[in-house]
C-alpha cells in the first residue's frame, strides 16, 4: 500500500512537473531604433573597375548608412552564443528549414547583412548576367566556401557551424562586393533596417544576453538608450528581461558616428 | 639586434662567393664581420628570438599603439607555448583542459600533430651531431627567406615575386585536401620535394634527405600554429579594456586559481577558446583524417592521341570564356591573367581598400610592401602547384584557398576535365585565333 502511495505520489508530480513545463514557455519581443549621432560622414562612392554595365550606378558602399533623421542600417542584435540550446517558438519553424538567400544583384549582395541558421541552406544565386563568387571566411572550416556561380545559376551551400559573430563574405572578381552573415542555432537576431529599426519576435521569457554589431567596429561598446550606456564589459553584453506576452522597447539607441566609421 | 647570429654568416657566404674583381667588397664584408663579431663579444643577443606579426599587431592596434606591457604579455605567452626559435616547445594541451571541451585522447592525438624530436632538428643554429646529422635545418634551408618566425618576411623576401608564404595564416594554395581544411603531411613534403614551379621556391628532392624533409614539415606546422595564436592574442589584446591585461595564466596554473578566477577566466576564452580548438582539431585532422577526394578518372578523349581531343579543348574554351566558367573575369581574355589585377589574396588583404599613407606606416612597421593578385597567366605554360591533371583538376573543383580562386561549384566533372585540356593548351594557342599578321604589320621592324 506504501509502495502504491508512494507510487502514485511520484506519477502526479511527474505529471504536474511535466505539464508545467510545457505550459512553463512563454514569449515577448524585443524592438528598438539605432540612432546616429553626431554629422553623418559623406556616402564613399564605390567605382567599379570592370563590368560596369551590369552595375547601378553611381554606387555607394554600405558600411555606413544612416538616414535623413539619423536612423542607422545594418546594425546587427542577436543572442550572445548561449551555451545551451534555447527554445525556439513555433512560429520560426517553417522558415527554419527553408533556403535564405545571398543574392549577386547589380554587382552588389543582397542583402548586405544576411542572418540564417544552421538548419537553413545559404543560397548563393547570380541574377546578374557577369559571373560572380562568393568567398566566404571563417574560422570554421566547414563554413568557409569559395562558390564561383555563373550568370544566372545558384548554389546551396551548408552553414553547419555556428558563428560568434558576423563572417565575411566577398567576390573576389569585383573587390567592391562585400557582405557578412551572421549564422546562429536560434532565430533570434536582427538587422536593423533603413530607418534604424529592429524587431526580434517571440523570444522566450526571461533575462537574456544581447549584442550589436557594426560592421566598422565589430561588438558595438558605445550604445546608450535613455542616457544609460547599454553594453558592458570587453564583450558589449547587453542584459535584458523579455517579459511574458510584452514587447521590450529600447526606444531610441543613440551610437556617435565617430565610434563607428570606418579607418581608412 | 636578434639576427646577429646569422647575418654573420651572410656576409661570410657573400665573401666565399666574391670573385677577384670584389676586393673591395671583401674587404667591406671583412668590416661588416669583424663588427658583427665585435657586437656579439659586446654583449649583442647571438640567440635570434621570434619576431612579432607586423601586420595582425598594428591591424589590431586599429590606429592606438598597444603598451609595452601588452606586447610584452603576448610575447611572454607565446614563449610559454611554443618555446624560442632555439629552443622549441608544443602548447601542452593537458594545461588547456578547461576551456577545450575535447574528447578522451585527444592530448594523445594533439601529441602526435608533429614530432618533437623533428622540432628540435629544425629548430636551433645550424650544425651537425655525432652521428653527422644536420641540425638547425629551418635555418640553414628556409629562413633567408620564410624568416625566423615564418612570416615570408626574410632577408631575401622583399626582392622575390612572388613573396615567400607566410606561414602564420595556416593557409595553403597547393593541396590535395578539400576547400578551407589544412594541408596534408604529404602536401606539404610534395612542395619541399617539387618546389613551386614560377616562383623562388626551389626544389629539395635531392638537396635534403627524406628525414630531414620531414622534419621541416613538422616545423612549418608549427610555425603556422604559432603564428595563427599569435594572431588570436594580438585580437584579444585589441579588446582589453584600458589598464587590463591578458591573463597569463593561458599556458599554465589554471589549477591553481580561485573558482571566482576561473569564472572570469573562461569568459576570457568563450570565442578565443573556441578559435583555438578548431585550429588544434583542424591541423589534427589534416594529419588523421584528412578530406582528400580523389579527381575522377579523366574522359578518354583527355589523351593527346584521342581523336575527339581537340574536341575536348575547343569545350573547355568556350567554359573558359563563357557564362558557365568565366574563368576569364580574372585570367584575362588570352589568358595571360590580367583579367583582375585590383584584388588581394588573404596575406595581402589587410592593404585593401586602404589609403598609401595608412599603408606606408604598415610598411614602415615591417610588413612587407603589399603586392595585389596575379592571376596565372597560363600563356607561360608554368602551374605552380603542379601541371599533372589531377592537379590541376583539384585547383579547378576546389579552388586555391588564400589566392582568391573561387571553386567550380557549377561545373561537371567532364566540364572540369575539359578546362583542365584547354588551360594545358593555352600556351600554345595564337593569340590572333590563327589569323596571320595584318597588311599594317607586314614589314619587318627597321
Known amino acids: 500500500m506504501r509502495t502504491l502511495l508512494r507510487n502514485l505520489v511520484c506519477f502526479s508530480l511527474l505529471i504536474f512537473i511535466s505539464s508545467s513545463s510545457g505550459l512553463a514557455q512563454e514569449w515577448g519581443n524585443l524592438k528598438g531604433k539605432f540612432i546616429a549621432t553626431g554629422d553623418a560622414p559623406k556616402a564613399v562612392e564605390l ?96 563554413n568557409s566556401h569559395n562558390p564561383n556561380i555563373p550568370a544566372g545559376k545558384f548554389v546551396d551551400l551548408e552553414m553547419p557551424e555556428v558563428e560568434t559573430r558576423p563572417i565575411n563574405a566577398a567576390c573576389n572578381s569585383h573587390a567592391w562586393m562585400k557582405s557578412y552573415i551572421l549564422v546562429r542555432d536560434e532565430p533570434y537576431m536582427a538587422v536593423s533596417a533603413k530607418n534604424g529599426e529592429f524587431e526580434i519576435m517571440n523570444l522566450p521569457a526571461g533575462e537574456h544576453t544581447f549584442q550589436f554589431w557594426q560592421e566598422n567596429v565589430g561588438y558595438v561598446k558605445k550604445a546608450s538608450a535613455g542616457g544609460k550606456t547599454l553594453p558592458k564589459g570587453r564583450r558589449a553584453e547587453i542584459k535584458l528581461t523579455i517579459k511574458a506576452g510584452e514587447t521590450l522597447d529600447l526606444g531610441k539607441i543613440e551610437i556617435p558616428v565617430e565610434s563607428i566609421v570606418p579607418k581608412d | 639586434m636578434m639576427t646577429c647570429g646569422w647575418e654573420v654568416k651572410f656576409a661570410v657566404r657573400r665573401r666565399k662567393r666574391s670573385s677577384a674583381i670584389m676586393k673591395k667588397q671583401i674587404q667591406i664584408a671583412n668590416i661588416v664581420v669583424g663588427l658583427f663579431i665585435l657586437t656579439i663579444f659586446l654583449g649583442c643577443a647571438d640567440k635570434p628570438s621570434f619576431q612579432f606579426n607586423a601586420v595582425s599587431k598594428k591591424e ?107 606561414f602564420r595564416h595556416g593557409v595553403y594554395k597547393f593541396k590535395s585536401t578539400s576547400g578551407k581544411a589544412r594541408p596534408t603531411d604529404d602536401d606539404l613534403m610534395h612542395i619541399i620535394n617539387e618546389g613551386i614551379p614560377g616562383t623562388s621556391m626551389p626544389s629539395f628532392k635531392v638537396a635534403i634527405n627524406d628525414n630531414e624533409k620531414k622534419a621541416l614539415v613538422d616545423y612549418v606546422k ?59 582539431k583542424s591541423w589534427l585532422k589534416a594529419k588523421t583524417s584528412p578530406n582528400v577526394k580523389q579527381p575522377p578518372t579523366a574522359p578518354e578523349s583527355f589523351d593527346p592521341k584521342h581523336p575527339e581531343h581537340s574536341t575536348l579543348i575547343a569545350q573547355g574554351r568556350e567554359i573558359f570564356h563563357g557564362k558557365a566558367g568565366d574563368c576569364k573575369s580574372c585570367h584575362g581574355f588570352t589568358g595571360y591573367g590580367d583579367g583582375e589585377l585590383n584584388n588581394y589574396d588573404v596575406w595581402n588583404q589587410w592593404a585593401k581598400g586602404k589609403s598609401d599613407d595608412y599603408i606606408a606606416e604598415f610598411v614602415n612597421d615591417g610588413a612587407l610592401p603589399p603586392r595585389t593578385i596575379a592571376p596565372r597567366n597560363f600563356r607561360n605554360g608554368v602551374f605552380r602547384g603542379g601541371r599533372d591533371p589531377n592537379t590541376l583538376y583539384r585547383r579547378i573543383k576546389e579552388g586555391i584557398q588564400g589566392a582568391q580562386m573561387p571553386n567550380a561549384a557549377t561545373l561537371t566533372d567532364d566540364q572540369i576535365w575539359s578546362l583542365v585540356a584547354y588551360v ?19 614589314k619587318p621592324i627597321n
Not at chain 2, 424 to 442: A, C, F, M, W, Y
Open chain 1, 47 to 142: 567605382v567599379p573597375d570592370k563590368d560596369k554595365a551590369a552595375c547601378e550606378l553611381p554606387m555607394y558602399s554600405r558600411q555606413l548608412l544612416i538616414d535623413k533623421d539619423g536612423g542607422l542600417a545594418n546594425v546587427v542584435v542577436f543572442l550572445k552564443k548561449p551555451s545551451k540550446a534555447v527554445p525556439v517558438h513555433p512560429s520560426y519553424k517553417e522558415a527554419m528549414s527553408k533556403p535564405v538567400q545571398l543574392d549577386n544583384l547589380k554587382c552588389r549582395f543582397e542583402p548586405h547583412i544576411l542572418i540564417m541558421t544552421t538548419s537553413q541552406k545559404l543560397r548563393v544565386k547570380n541574377s546578374d548576367a557577369v559571373g560572380h563568387n562568393a568567398n566566404i571566411t571563417s574560422f570554421n572550416d566547414d
Open chain 2, 60 to 166: 589590431a592596434e586599429n590606429g592606438t599603439p598597444f603598451s609595452a606591457e601588452q606586447s610584452q604579455d603576448v610575447a611572454n605567452i607565446l614563449t610559454a607555448l611554443f618555446g624560442t626559435p632555439d629552443d622549441p616547445a608544443m602548447p601542452n594541451v593537458n594545461s588547456f583542459h578547461w576551456y577545450l571541451q575535447y574528447d578522451e585522447g585527444y592530448a594523445e592525438d594533439f601529441a602526435t600533430l608533429v614530432d618533437f624530436e623533428n622540432l628540435k632538428r629544425s629548430a636551433g643554429p645550424v650544425s651537425s651531431d655525432e652521428n653527422g646529422d644536420s641540425r638547425g635545418l629551418y635555418r640553414e634551408h628556409c629562413a633567408h627567406c620564410h624568416g625566423i618566425s615564418g612570416g615570408g618576411d626574410g632577408p631575401t623576401a622583399l626582392t622575390l615575386n612572388p613573396y615567400p608564404r607566410d
Open chain 2, 222 to 280: 608549427y610555425l603556422s600554429l604559432r603564428g595563427e595564436i599569435e594572431r588570436l592574442l594580438w585580437t584579444m589584446t585589441s579588446e582589453l579594456e584600458t589598464g587590463e591585461r591578458l591573463p597569463l595564466v593561458f599556458a599554465d596554473g589554471y589549477d591553481k586559481l580561485s573558482e571566482e578566477e576561473k569564472d572570469n577566466l573562461m569568459g576570457w576564452f568563450e570565442e578565443e577558446g573556441a578559435k583555438v580548438e578548431s585550429l588544434f
Open chain 2, 424 to 442: 594545358r593548351n593555352i600556351k600554345s594557342e595564337p593569340i590572333t585565333g590563327g589569323q596571320s599578321h595584318l597588311p599594317v604589320n607586314d
